[in-house]
């Protein structure tokens, strides 16, 4: 087993006074070498939006964007002709594909939004740009993990252009579970939202992130309520 460990105060650190963004990966103005990806997941953004603000319209083009609302309602709105409000407890998934534009904003006029924008890197380029919105109402389970994203469009939840599954789950204090990977060559990146847990014998709290990988399961000990988000992701070559 080999891990890398993301403590919440080592992110990078953007605050535009309308946003305010931490970055576990080199994203624009914030380039770590030794952080620049896990695999195949390329960006997790954890960002607050103050109240009527947003990101105008801007492209992406060949990649897997996941929007995880934890607080407050996003608006999207793009060339596909999507016009919708992302609100906390739904899971929103674009590929980017041959090019897409698009705006988000913060829908609410009086509290700040929070939310985690998640890139992977796709396995296929050039697709047909898509967009999907879920609601995890009808597929989250209490103290257990549920998948709510995977590569295979039959399973519940979303999917994306890449082997990669991801989970999320809110527990209570003294909780123990096991992971087991869907493919062994994958790694895991594990994020802790909320809460203070040990991973892999390692201790995280809120926000702090690790990576393992050359490992088929991980063990989860719950040391305090927790809210967990994980990715299980392509890492052929993983160093960092």
């Known amino acids: 087993m080999k891990t890398v460990l993301h403590k919440a105060e080592s992110r990078g ?10 970055h576990s990966f080199s994203f624009a103005n914030y380039y770590n070498p030794e952080r620049m990806q896990f695999g195949a997941l390329r960006v997790l953004n954890d960002d607050t939006i103050a109240a009527g603000t947003g990101f105008g319209i801007h492209p992406h083009d060949n990649m897997e964007i996941i929007s995880i609302p934890l607080h407050g309602d996003l608006e999207h709105k793009d060339n596909m002709g999507n016009t919708t409000v992302i609100k906390e ?12 534009f698009h705006s988000e904003y913060n829908h609410n006029k009086n509290k700040e939004g929070k939310f985690l924008q998640i890139w992977v890197l796709p396995n296929q380029k050039h697709v047909p ?14 103290n257990e993990l549920y998948q709510f994203l995977s590569p295979n469009p039959e399973d519940e939840g979303v999917w994306v252009y890449q082997q990669a599954w991801f989970s999320m789950g809110k527990f209570d204090t003294n909780k123990q579970f096991e992971y087991h990977l869907n493919n062994e060559t994958n790694g895991l990146y594990a ?7 040990t991973i892999a014998g390692m201790s995280l709290g809120k926000r702090d992130g690790i990576g393992i990988w050359e490992s088929s399961s991980i063990q989860i000990n719950v040391i305090e309520g927790a809210h967990l988000l994980l990715m299980e992701i392509p890492v052929s070559n993983q160093t960092h």
């Open 13 to 22: 650190h953007a605050n535009h006074g309308w946003l305010n963004s931490y």
């Open 129 to 142: 740009p898509r967009y999907d919105q879920i609601s995890l109402k009808n597929i989250e389970k209490e």
């Open 191 to 197: 994020f802790v939202i909320e809460g203070d847990v």
């Open 89 to 100: 407890g739904d899971i929103q998934v674009m590929s980017a594909g041959t090019g897409i």
